[in-house]
């Protein structure tokens, strides 16, 4: 597909100044909406229950109006959306494609949401969902609001920036985001109909997008970003597009694998990458090893995140409902069959999700890939930058060991020691003892008494760390620190400040 920068505006994004014009006007954004309708409204919305929401908006006046027609989808006359759009013509607004008419009614055609990404009223236009009217989506849908979305939103890095990527950018949302941090956005996508959406979303907006048609980093060749951000249709499964929000046309975990693969291209040195992405485990594979097969040799740091795991039958279930589908008809069925025959031909036994940080570096490449499964809430974005500044430090002490016996550490002050004691013969058996942070991703390392009597010396205005380590010998034999004790604690200390459970001072 040729590249194709778009310059000419269409009318839906030459709609937009009046458009936000009513949407100021009339209150439509997520704070007043939260308010207004109360939390058990607003939860039933995300629910996909209709009928609280159209009682709750009863009373809104305009702001019901447009609740209920953008949220709900509802049928409405023509001079209750005219007021509540006003200054929007509903004519201009149907030849731009926001509504259509149902008879004697006027519907939306399109989502439009408000999001608040702590940077102001902000809202997204994309594809009506199904999430309110039962419907099949569309092969050229574009994504609105998803939890996908929101989940990679959470776990991009906001430092400031000069420029971003969003690759596979849909209705603009990481786009939209990229604002709060970054000087010039450029967001790419194959879907011509995406970037009638994003385009439309930063006019709602008043942002400047740079926007590009064309196929994974085509669009972008030669170039390069300061950040990237990525959700890709990352969607496992047979190499087929049914919608081009989630397949990629390449089998199995082949788009997550491009774009891991080739995204340190496009950094500058330095630069961040922050990916949504998916890896089959396969039958006698590691999926670390898998991912890390997918790096190039030299220039990358990575941190993969793999924050869950579905078996197939699972995941062919769940997908087939995010695209309308009921698993109990008859076409569904046949999808199933073929995609789980895909899996089964493919010795595929789960499927892992999650995601990729990269950064640049002038070096050879690096990776931690783990698991973290287990739930917490704080974004990962901060995490990920600190993560690679933790890293750095340990590649530059790992080029000069003798800096890393010399500097002083301490304990962070999220992590605390766990023991656990359990029923033994006489008594109270200690049987482990576990350092936790109680922050971030909530890291937890099994330790023995020699690491906590380690951590216990630590201090900033303390004694470096060759002195805790003779210290230490000492105490428990008597004797000097041999090379194996002084190897065996340099190992427990570069685990621990790669999860910044202490910090090198
Ligand atoms: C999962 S959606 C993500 C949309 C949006 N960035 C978000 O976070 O919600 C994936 C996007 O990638 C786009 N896409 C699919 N195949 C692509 C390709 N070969 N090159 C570029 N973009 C592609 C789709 O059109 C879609 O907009």
Redesign the pocket.
């Known amino acids: 597909m040729p590249t194709n920068q778009r310059t000419a505006s269409s009318l839906l994004a030459d709609l937009a100044p009046d458009l936000r014009a009513a949407l100021i006007r009339v209150g439509y954004d997520a704070d007043t909406l939260l308010e207004a309708l109360g939390d058990p409204a607003h939860s039933a919305l995300g629910r996909s229950e209709p009928v609280p929401v159209r009682r709750a908006a009863a009373d809104l006046g305009e702001l019901g109006t447009l609740v209920r027609l953008l949220l709900l989808g509802d049928p409405l006359p023509e001079p209750d959306v005219a007021a509540a759009l006003a200054p929007v013509d509903p004519e201009r607004a149907i030849a731009a494609g926001l509504l259509h008419r149902d008879g004697e009614l006027l519907r939306a055609a399109l989502d439009l949401r408000p999001l608040d990404l702590g940077h102001g009223a902000r809202w997204v236009l994309s594809d009506l969902d199904d999430s309110m009217r039962r419907r099949a989506l569309d092969a050229d849908h574009?994504?609105g609001v998803?939890q996908?979305?929101l989940s990679?939103l959470r776990a991009t890095p906001t430092r400031h920036t000069g420029s971003v990527l969003?690759?596979?950018?849909?209705?603009g949302?990481?786009a939209v985001h990229a604002a709060g941090y970054a000087d010039t956005i450029t967001g790419?996508?194959?879907?011509a109909r995406?970037l009638w959406l994003a385009e439309a979303t930063a006019a709602l907006n008043e942002l400047e997008f740079e926007l590009l048609e064309?196929?994974?980093f085509e669009p972008v060749a030669g170039r390069r970003f300061d950040q990237i951000v990525a959700?890709?249709?990352f969607v496992v499964g047979p190499a087929r597009v049914e919608h081009?929000?989630?397949d990629?046309g390449l089998a199995l975990d082949g788009a997550s694998e491009l774009v891991v693969s080739r995204i340190p291209e496009l950094l500058n040195p330095g630069g961040t990458a922050a990916m949504l992405a998916s890896w089959v485990h396969v039958v006698g594979e590691d999926w670390r090893a898998r991912v890390s097969s997918w790096l190039p040799d030299h220039g990358v740091d990575a941190w993969i995140v793999q924050r869950d795991v579905a078996d197939p039958a699972l995941y062919v279930g769940t997908w087939l409902r995010d695209a309308g589908l009921d698993p109990r008809e008859d076409d569904a069925q046949a999808k199933a069959q073929r995609w789980l025959e895909a899996f089964e031909a493919a010795e595929v036994t789960g499927i892992g999700f999650g995601f990729v940080y990269l950064r640049a570096i002038d070096g050879p490449t690096e990776l931690l890939a783990e698991d973290l499964t287990h739930g917490f809430d704080d974004p990962l974005g901060e995490e990920a930058l600190r993560y690679f500044e933790r890293s750095a430090w340990l590649r530059a002490a790992a080029a000069d060991p003798s800096s890393i016996r010399s500097a002083r550490f301490e304990v962070d002050p999220a992590t605390a020691l766990e023991r656990v004691y359990l029923p033994g013969h006489e008594g109270w058996d200690q049987r482990v003892a576990r350092l936790h942070r109680g922050d971030g991703p909530r890291w937890q390392h099994e330790v023995d008494d020699t690491t906590a009597a380690l951590l216990a010396g630590m201090r900033p205005d303390g004694l470096p760390l060759s002195e805790l380590v003779e210290l230490l010998a000492y105490s428990e034999t008597g004797d000097a620190a041999t090379p194996e004790f002084e190897s065996a604690v340099l190992g427990v200390v570069v685990g621990l400040v790669r999860h910044g459970l202490i910090h090198p001072r």
Do not use: E, F, K, M
């Open positions: 574009v994504l998803g996908a979305s990679l969003d690759l596979g950018t849909g209705c949302i990481q790419t996508d194959v879907n995406a064309g196929s994974w959700n890709p249709p081009t929000y989630r990629s």
